[in-house]
Every structure is written in structure tokens, then in C-alpha cells.
């Protein structure tokens, strides 16, 4: 799985838009972009993913460059609640479950 | 829909004791998971059940053992727990391996004393 780098810590004030950036330079062509957020305490929780093109559900959008090199995951209207530690990981499809490894991840505090 | 549930919430060991934490899915998927996270980590798997009826170790399995009792359930044994099991251990799982997108339970603190 290709390796991601993301920034240690990011602050967003509630009601705005909250950009979260992921560098995964060394991705291949079948990896995939996946988020997932890990609020206090609490069991790790997935958000989106994508391979190349722009995606949005509920929670968040997805936006890859490109050359795939990089990717943001937006949240259009933080709240206090957002605030957590959010993950971004890199991998290809497996044909059997394996894990998934968490880097350190974006810790975003959204505050009043 | 529950998703993910385990049990208990909360435990508290002497060492050497016995405890089975037990994990429960509703989604009706296939694969199944437990990690371990200690403070200020990352998660770590232990075990792993790509569909009922198979289990396979993952990066740290001594000193636990896992049952996919069926479908819907995967449950970890600590068969003498020990104080560097002290950890929040989370179930999670995917409809299949293939794409891993998992969905996580709440977790079960479990402190060895």
C-alpha cells in the first residue's frame, strides 16, 4: 500500500468548510483513496473513497488530483462533532481481508 | 441496523485471569476483525476471519485466540491476560476482503492489572 503523509494537526472554525490534505505520491493505479475518522474514544469510522474521480455523500466530498498524487477530503460545514482524528490510507483491492494500517493522521479541532 | 457491537464496554483483569470478548455484526458480511489500539497508536490487527469458518492471525495474535462462532459473530479469548494487554480493543467488518471498507464497533476497555 502506497504510503500517505498528512499533516499532524489542523484547526477549523464551526460552520466553515474544513480541507484536510493527503500526499500519497507513490500510489498505483488500482489503489484506492479511503478516509476515515476516529472521534475520542470511539471506534474508527469510515467516511468516503475514491479512485480518480471526484466523490460526495453525506459527510464529506473527496477531491483527487489529477495524477492521483494527492487528495482533500472536505467537510462543507464543520461542527464541534467533526472534531477527531482523520485518516487518510492508500490500498488495492485484496481478494482476502487483510488489515487496515492507520498512520498518525490529522488531528482537526473545530472550535466556536 | 446495530452495525457493530461488542461486549462488554468496560473490563478490569488480574493477571493471569480469563475473559471472552465478544463481537456481533448485523450487515450480514463476510469478513470479520479485531485490532487492538493502545494509547496514542495506531490500531494493530490481531486476528482476522475472511468468511465463516476461517481465521488467520494477524501483526500481534500471541496471547489471544479468536472463534467466527458463525456469520455474525467473531469473538477474542485472552487465555491469561497479561499487564501489556491493557488496551481498547475494536471489532470491525467488511462485506468481503476486497474492499475493505470496514465499519468499526464501539471498542472494549480492557485494563490487566
Known amino acids: 500500500d502506497a504510503k500517505t503523509t498528512q499533516p499532524t494537526s489542523m484547526d477549523c472554525a464551526e460552520g466553515r468548510a474544513a480541507n484536510l490534505p493527503c500526499n500519497h505520491s507513490t500510489i498505483s493505479g488500482n489503489e484506492y483513496v479511503y478516509w476515515y475518522r476516529q472521534i475520542h474514544s470511539q471506534g474508527p469510522q469510515y467516511i468516503i473513497h475514491g479512485l480518480k474521480n471526484n466523490e460526495t455523500n453525506e459527510m464529506a466530498s473527496l477531491i483527487i488530483t489529477e495524477d492521483r498524487k494527492s487528495s482533500t477530503l472536505i467537510l462543507p460545514h464543520a461542527t464541534l462533532r467533526d472534531t477527531a482524528v482523520y485518516y487518510c490510507i492508500v490500498r488495492a483491492p485484496r481478494i482476502l481481508a487483510s488489515k487496515l494500517t492507520f498512520g498518525t493522521g490529522t488531528r482537526l479541532q473545530v472550535t466556536l | 441496523n446495530a452495525g457493530v457491537t461488542q461486549t462488554p464496554k468496560f473490563q478490569v483483569l488480574k493477571t493471569g485471569q480469563s475473559m471472552t470478548l465478544q463481537c456481533a455484526q448485523d450487515m450480514n458480511h463476510n469478513s470479520m476483525y479485531w485490532y487492538r489500539q493502545d494509547p496514542g497508536m495506531g490500531l494493530r490487527l490481531i486476528y482476522y476471519?475472511?468468511?465463516?469458518?476461517?481465521?488467520d492471525k494477524g501483526e500481534v495474535p500471541n496471547g489471544y485466540n479468536v472463534s467466527r462462532l458463525n456469520k455474525r459473530e467473531f469473538s477474542l479469548r485472552l487465555e491469561s491476560a497479561a499487564p501489556s494487554q491493557t488496551s481498547v480493543y475494536f471489532c470491525?467488518?467488511?462485506?468481503?476482503?476486497?474492499?475493505?471498507?470496514?465499519?468499526f464497533g464501539p471498542g472494549t476497555r480492557l485494563l490487566v492489572l
Open positions: 476471519s475472511a468468511s465463516e469458518g476461517t481465521t
Open positions: 470491525a467488518s467488511s462485506i468481503s476482503g476486497s474492499h475493505e471498507t470496514q465499519y
